[in-house]
Every structure is written in structure tokens, then in C-alpha cells.
């Protein structure tokens, strides 16, 4: 999977956990459903941030944004423009 791929999945799923927040205020009685649905969520946007979100020249993590060089090996990251 590229970068540009892995970004759009990240923020995809972290703009779908508003979806929870909104339920949850129009349907409070449904309180645990939206708040686990919020979890699993999160632990997925975690899960494609940690495991996806690496260089593809040496596997290392890139870290928070979307740099334009490695900051371990200092390759260019076409793959984000």
C-alpha cells in the first residue's frame, strides 16, 4: 500500500468516528453501541497508522504529518504529493 493510500485510510476512518459522537446524541439509550463502535475505530485508525505508515525505501515509521523526506534514511517520499 502506498503513502498516499495509507493517508487517506487514516483520515478517513478518523473522520468516521464522528459519526459515533453524533448517534450518540441522537440516539443516547444506544450510549454502549456507539461507544465501542468509537473504539473499534480509533484502534483501527491506530492499527493503519502504526502498521502502513512507514518509509518504503527502509520500513522505518515516519511519525506524525507527511514529511517529505525519511528522517531515518533521508529518501524523497514522492508517494504523499
Do not use: E, S
Not at 465501542?36 to 480509533?42: C, H, K, R, Y
Not at 518509509?55 to 508517494?79: E, I, Q, S, Y
Amino acid at each position: 500500500m502506498n503513502l498516499k493510500k495509507v493517508r487517506k485510510l487514516f483520515n478517513a476512518l478518523v473522520l468516521a468516528m464522528i459519526l459515533p459522537v453524533l448517534l450518540g446524541k441522537i440516539f443516547p439509550t444506544l450510549y454502549l453501541l456507539w461507544l465501542v463502535l468509537l473504539a473499534g475505530l480509533g484502534a483501527a485508525a491506530i492499527f493503519v497508522a502504526v502498521r502502513f505508515w512507514r518509509c518504503p525505501h527502509c520500513g522505518m515509521v515516519l511519525g506524525r504529518g507527511a514529511p517529505k523526506f525519511c528522517p531515518n534514511c533521508g529518501h524523497r517520499l514522492d508517494d504523499l504529493q
